[in-house]
Protein backbone atom coordinates (compact mmCIF):
# COMPACT_ATOMS: atom_id res chain seq x y z
CA UNK A 1 0.00 0.00 0.00
CA UNK A 2 1.19 3.19 -1.07
CA UNK A 3 0.93 6.18 1.57
CA UNK A 4 0.83 10.32 0.99
CA UNK A 5 2.21 12.14 3.43
CA UNK A 6 -1.68 13.13 4.60
CA UNK A 7 -2.38 9.45 5.16
CA UNK A 8 0.63 9.25 7.50
CA UNK A 9 0.05 7.88 10.10
CA UNK A 10 2.63 5.41 13.21
CA UNK A 11 4.29 2.57 11.63
CA UNK A 12 7.03 1.20 9.32
CA UNK A 13 7.90 2.34 5.86
CA UNK A 14 9.65 1.60 2.63
CA UNK A 15 10.71 4.37 0.85
CA UNK A 16 12.73 5.30 -2.41
CA UNK A 17 13.13 8.10 -4.12
CA UNK A 18 11.07 8.62 -7.37
CA UNK A 19 14.08 10.59 -8.89
CA UNK A 20 16.96 7.82 -9.27
CA UNK A 21 17.18 4.07 -8.92
CA UNK A 22 18.20 3.23 -5.50
CA UNK A 23 17.56 0.48 -3.37
CA UNK A 24 14.78 0.92 -0.27
CA UNK A 25 15.68 1.88 2.70
CA UNK A 26 13.13 1.88 5.85
CA UNK A 27 11.88 4.39 7.88
CA UNK A 28 9.48 4.17 11.23
CA UNK A 29 7.19 6.66 11.99
CA UNK A 30 6.38 6.92 16.08
CA UNK A 31 4.72 10.01 16.38
CA UNK A 32 3.18 12.80 14.59
CA UNK A 33 3.60 16.16 16.40
CA UNK A 34 0.05 18.01 17.84
CA UNK A 35 0.30 20.40 14.82
CA UNK A 36 0.83 18.04 12.86
CA UNK A 37 4.10 19.48 10.94
CA UNK A 38 6.74 16.70 12.30
CA UNK A 39 7.49 13.75 12.54
CA UNK A 40 9.41 11.46 14.95
CA UNK A 41 11.07 9.10 13.02
CA UNK A 42 13.90 6.54 13.53
CA UNK A 43 15.90 4.13 10.49
CA UNK A 44 15.72 0.92 11.76
CA UNK A 45 18.42 -0.59 9.47
CA UNK A 46 19.83 2.93 8.30
CA UNK A 47 24.35 1.38 7.58
CA UNK A 48 25.49 4.30 9.47
CA UNK A 49 22.69 3.60 12.76
CA UNK A 50 21.94 7.29 11.69
CA UNK A 51 19.66 8.94 14.73
CA UNK A 52 16.22 9.27 15.29
CA UNK A 53 14.78 12.56 14.65
CA UNK A 54 11.91 15.16 14.18
CA UNK A 55 11.74 15.77 10.25
CA UNK A 56 8.76 17.88 8.49
CA UNK A 57 6.15 15.65 7.09
CA UNK A 58 6.60 17.24 3.84
CA UNK A 59 9.49 15.75 3.41
CA UNK A 60 7.37 12.44 2.61
CA UNK A 61 5.66 13.98 -0.44
CA UNK A 62 8.88 13.58 -1.83
CA UNK A 63 9.55 10.12 -1.97
CA UNK A 64 7.22 6.70 -2.99
CA UNK A 65 6.26 5.50 0.38
CA UNK A 66 5.34 1.78 0.86
CA UNK A 67 3.83 0.82 4.50
CA UNK A 68 5.31 -2.13 5.86
CA UNK A 69 3.37 -4.91 8.55
CA UNK A 70 2.80 -3.32 11.59
CA UNK A 71 5.39 -4.31 14.41
CA UNK A 72 6.02 -3.90 18.10
CA UNK A 73 6.87 -0.17 17.45
CA UNK A 74 7.42 0.84 21.23
CA UNK A 75 10.19 -1.95 21.63
CA UNK A 76 12.12 -0.56 18.58
CA UNK A 77 11.36 3.13 19.84
CA UNK A 78 12.75 1.67 23.27
CA UNK A 79 15.98 -0.05 21.65
CA UNK A 80 16.71 3.03 19.33
CA UNK A 81 17.38 5.03 22.81
CA UNK A 82 19.14 2.52 24.63
CA UNK A 83 21.36 1.16 22.09
CA UNK A 84 21.24 4.31 19.83
CA UNK A 85 20.39 2.14 16.91
CA UNK A 86 18.21 -0.62 15.89
CA UNK A 87 20.30 -3.55 16.14
CA UNK A 88 20.07 -7.29 14.95
CA UNK A 89 19.78 -9.72 18.05
CA UNK A 90 23.00 -10.31 19.40
CA UNK A 91 25.00 -12.93 20.76
CA UNK A 92 25.56 -11.69 24.96
CA UNK A 93 29.22 -12.83 26.09
CA UNK A 94 29.03 -13.88 29.80
CA UNK A 95 31.49 -12.38 32.00
CA UNK A 96 33.93 -15.09 32.94
CA UNK A 97 33.41 -16.33 36.90
CA UNK A 98 35.85 -15.96 39.78
CA UNK A 99 36.02 -18.16 42.35
CA UNK A 100 36.79 -16.77 45.57
CA UNK A 101 38.36 -18.45 48.50
CA UNK A 102 37.48 -17.89 52.07
CA UNK A 103 40.67 -17.08 54.76
CA UNK A 104 40.68 -17.41 58.18
CA UNK A 105 41.92 -14.90 59.88
CA UNK A 106 42.53 -15.17 64.13
CA UNK A 107 40.92 -12.42 65.72
CA UNK A 108 44.04 -11.13 67.86
CA UNK A 109 45.59 -10.54 64.80
CA UNK A 110 42.66 -7.95 63.63
CA UNK A 111 42.96 -4.42 64.42
CA UNK A 112 39.81 -2.17 64.97
Known amino acids: M????TSLTPGRYQYT???????PQYITVHFLTPDGQQAFVSYPKHPNHKAAQLIPVRWFASVVLVRLVDQDLLMHLIETFLTGWSVE???IKSLPTVKLQAVSVPAERLVA
Open 89 to 91: PRV
Open 2 to 5: QASS
Open 17 to 23: YPSFVDR
